[in-house]
């Protein structure tokens, strides 16, 4: 099993930052792949980052390109997103997740975190 614990959401105006956290515990080796994930109210849970835990390849989605980046701490098993220059459509509530292999889909991750809500306001 693979615990991952978020933190660092909260509310924030348009045109500021961010920065998530999310610490992963126990079977560690089983996360090979991190992603964040954000859900919005009715709609569905859609891909922002993902990070290669072994090699540190990133990819994003479009619309977080330029202004959202992930990164990790190996020693502290801990992966972050950076957000800036936040818009009030990134309002959401924030995964991370983790996989041996990962995908682009939430269907691809094994283990979840509780979430954390970022709110930007306009």
């Known amino acids: 099993q693979v615990q991952l614990v978020e933190s660092g959401g909260g509310l924030v105006q348009a045109g500021g930052s961010l920065r998530l956290s999310c610490a992963a515990s126990?079977?560690?080796?089983?996360?090979?792949?991190m992603a964040w994930f954000r859900q919005s109210p009715g709609k569905e849970r859609e891909f922002v980052a993902v990070?290669?835990?072994?090699?540190?390849?990133?990819d994003y989605a479009e619309s977080v390109k330029g202004r959202f980046t992930i990164s990790r701490d190996k020693a502290k098993n801990t992966v972050y997103l950076q957000m800036n220059s936040l818009k009030p459509e990134d309002t959401a509530v924030y995964y991370c997740?983790?996989?041996?292999?990962?995908?682009?889909?939430?269907?691809?991750?094994?283990?979840w975190g509780q979430g954390t809500q970022v709110t930007v306001s306009a």
């Open positions: 990070m290669s835990w072994v090699i540190g390849r990133t």
């Open positions: 126990g079977r560690t080796l089983s996360t090979n792949v």
């Open positions: 997740a983790s996989d041996l292999q990962g995908g682009f889909g939430p269907q691809h991750y094994e283990y």
